[in-house]
């Protein structure tokens, strides 16, 4: 079997699916566009995409399934700042001064993810 795609409910796929895209730098979906029910943020293959699908309710409780992310061009701390500025929150900071940890965020929707170290900082 293959994933295709990591499906996330949405209230506004294609204005999460936005945040997504310039968290990951992947595109949306050719032919994606807002309104639309379902929204794909295509990974580079052979990766699973992200694709948010509407649904009528808003997230109630924690996430069951979440993704951990580690940078590849940044620093956990450098990326956490982008995430930011692009609109997500900090959940809960797990980050202790010995440098290890990670940051449970969250998107503009409330779906928690993780921030890791990069692998260049865990080699350290």
Known sequence: MNLRHITIDAGNPY?????????TGWPVADGDVPGDDEVLVQAPAPGPGLLFVAVPEG????????LDW????????????????????????????????WVTMKDPEGNEFCIERSEAERAV
């Open 59 to 66: 997230k109630g409780v924690k996430n069951r399934v979440h």
């Open 70 to 101: 580690g940078p590849t061009e940044r620093t956990r701390n450098e990326e956490v700042e982008r995430i930011l500025a692009l609109g997500g929150t900090i959940h809960e900071d797990h980050r202790v001064p010995d440098g290890r940890g």
């Open 15 to 23: 204005e999460i699916a936005q945040f997504w895209s310039a968290v």
